[in-house]
């Protein structure tokens, strides 16, 4: 088995038509991962534009947690990674996404 990284710069919010192209980009991502999953862990990494820990569902953030789901993917974030030049605004936006598997794989291999 392999490794496949992806990164994703996902559409912005707050832009008329953004649900539509941003659930576009995550359908080409699942096509991607399709394709790839079976030889490959998958990695993907990148700007999600969404907050993935929000409580209240989007129709962007039940898409893309969707896809997380279908591939037993999940999310690590270390923290707010963005904080506008005032200072006013900090969120988490960036992300990395690894399948459940490649942990287990790390966490076994630290334990030996």
């Not at 399709?34 to 490959?40: E, P, R, S």
């Not at 990494?45 to 789901?69: I, M, Q, W």
């Not at 923290?79 to 942990?103: K, P």
Request: one cysteine or more; charged letters at 25%.
């Amino acid at each position: 088995m392999g490794l496949f990284i992806v990164s994703v710069y996902m559409p912005c919010r707050g832009l008329s038509g953004n649900s539509t192209e941003f659930c576009d980009c995550v359908d080409q991502l699942r096509e991607i991962i399709l394709k790839y999953n079976t030889d490959n862990f998958i990695l993907v990494g990148g700007d999600f534009n969404e907050n993935l820990g929000g409580a209240h569902g989007s129709r962007r953030l039940n898409y893309l947690r969707e896809l997380v789901n279908d591939f037993d993917l999940k999310l690590e974030n270390p923290g707010e990674t963005y904080l506008d030049l005032r200072g006013n605004e900090c969120t988490e936006i960036d992300f990395f996404s690894v399948q459940r598997a490649v942990r287990a794989i790390h966490f076994k291999k630290g334990r030996t």
